[in-house]
């Protein structure tokens, strides 16, 4: 069965720190890999998605994530984050066999000025 | 502009009433999806739905819980009879656009139901 784990449930940093989120996933076949965003009170947003080709992938606002196949890891990275960063944070898996989007159970991110 | 538009927004209900929460969605898309999220936890798969049959359903997804486009528009979700532990923020989500990525949910801002 697919699963997603996050490593960090609860995250809190100062303006200009530097971000990693885990995720670690369960599936031995392929999947598309992804990050959505959830800024409080709003909707899932895409973040950034890899399906294919260079396992780093960039996506908006200044965020990286480096899938490792080995690891069956997908880490989510910002050089440097912002106030307006503060959201909870979903890795997610699909895979065509399965047809669903799976997630992880959420990092909550707080960002202090 | 989002992809998909929700109603209602938030809805309160007496515990045994019927729900429908409705989703539009503006682009063809191929593949439909119920998610919910319980407040504080995660977001869990309900069902998918393509070609006008559900695709796949999880365990949540019990005898309460039916949906159907009857239109080729709207994407209903209904609880037939509701329980407390179904209140939840529920999303509507859709996928699959020709030539986009499999797995690329564009998501509804959502409909909070509770029950009383």
């Known amino acids: 069965a697919q699963s997603v784990s996050q490593h960090n449930h609860h995250v809190i940093l100062s303006e200009a720190a530097s971000l990693e989120l885990g995720c670690n996933y369960s599936?031995?076949?392929?999947?598309?890999l992804f990050w959505y965003v959830q800024y409080p009170g709003q909707h899932l947003q895409l973040l950034l998605k890899y399906f294919s080709g260079d396992p780093l992938v960039k996506g908006i606002k200044g965020f990286e994530a480096e899938f490792i196949k080995s690891k069956f890891s997908f880490n989510l990275r910002k050089p440097s984050v912002q106030w307006s960063d503060t959201a909870e944070y979903f890795c997610?898996?699909?895979?065509?066999?399965?047809?669903?989007?799976?997630f992880g159970a959420g990092t909550r991110l707080a960002v202090h000025p | 502009e989002p992809e998909v538009t929700q109603t209602p927004s938030h809805q309160v209900t007496q515990m045994g009433q019927e729900v429908i929460l409705r989703c539009v969605p503006i682009?063809?898309?191929?593949?439909f999806y119920w998610y919910r999220q319980i407040l504080g936890q995660k977001v869990e798969f309900l069902v998918s739905?393509?070609?006008?049959?559900?695709?796949?359903k999880s365990e949540i997804f019990d005898d309460q819980f039916s949906v159907e486009r009857p239109d080729g528009s709207n994407f209903t979700l209904k609880i037939r009879s509701t329980k407390l532990e179904d209140s939840a923020m529920y999303f509507c989500?859709?996928?699959?656009?020709?030539?986009?990525?499999?797995?690329?949910?564009?998501f509804g801002e959502g409909s909070r139901l509770t029950v009383l």
């Open positions: 989500a859709v996928g699959a656009l020709e030539g986009g990525v499999a797995g690329e949910l564009f």
């Open positions: 682009s063809n898309h191929l593949y």
């Open positions: 997610a898996i699909f895979s065509g066999g399965y047809n669903k989007l799976i």
């Open positions: 599936y031995g076949g392929t999947v598309n």
């Open positions: 739905f393509y070609n006008n049959e559900i695709s796949e």
